[in-house]
């Protein structure tokens, strides 16, 4: 069922950016957003960290909505995103990755259009050196097809995928085990979960060298 929106009232879109130890990486995440013009809410959610990478977030200011917890891993941290999450629909971008095209406004175009549980992204891998590594764009996929891809460890990239935010909290967002966002996407497959793809933009995985990663 669609989504009931009152004439001229755009669909809300949360982003939620968890971040643990990773401020050199943040401000590329935040302008990738900021870039698409899609007025999504922007939720950084700090997970403990101890680099200072948070306070890199300051210049923001209330473009931004910035949480703090104490260190409980990456699926917590999303859940915590999620419960303070305003919009309809909800994304999670982890914080050394990027957002490119008009990759929310689409997403938003087709959740508002269709109401589905899940939107599914092109989404892809790079290195910051430019060298393209993959590419997923989930031409003509079904439910069926997708949990199958999923169970045989061609998982999705958890930035290709909008969740309705209703649903996600009526799930009990991600679970403490391995894997947590492919067990999620699972979870609500199981259920029969309305999925939609859309073909605009792209999700993109940055690569960067290990020596600013460890």
């Known amino acids: 069922m669609a989504v009931a929106r009152p004439w001229g009232e755009q669909l809300r879109l949360s982003v939620v950016i968890p971040i643990y130890n990773a401020g050199r990486f943040i401000a590329a995440a935040i302008d990738g957003v900021l870039a698409d013009g899609h007025p999504a809410e922007i939720i950084v959610v700090d997970d403990g960290s101890t680099d200072g990478g948070m306070a890199l977030t300051a210049g923001y200011g209330d473009r931004i909505v910035r949480l703090s917890r104490p260190n409980g891993g990456i699926g917590a941290a999303r859940n915590t995103g999620l419960a303070a999450a305003t919009g309809d629909y909800v994304v999670f971008l982890d914080a050394d990755d990027v957002y490119q ?15 589905p549980d899940l939107v599914f992204s092109p989404s892809g891998s790079r290195r910051t050196s430019g060298v393209r590594l993959w590419n997923h764009g989930w031409p003509g996929k079904s ?37 947590e966002d492919t067990e999620l996407l699972l979870r609500l ?10 073909r605009h933009g792209e999700g993109l995985r ?8 460890r």
Do not use: C, N
């Open 189 to 198: 497959l199981l259920v029969r979960a309305v999925v939609w793809l859309q």
């Open 143 to 179: 439910r069926h097809d997708i949990a199958l891809d999923i169970a045989a460890g061609r998982t999705v990239a958890v930035h290709a995928v909008a969740y309705r935010a209703e649903m996600l909290r009526a799930a009990g967002g991600f679970r403490h085990v391995f894997r």
């Open 101 to 115: 095209g008009r990759f929310l406004t689409s997403v938003a175009a087709f959740a508002a259009e269709s109401g």
């Open 206 to 213: 940055l690569r960067y060298p290990r020596a600013l990663v």
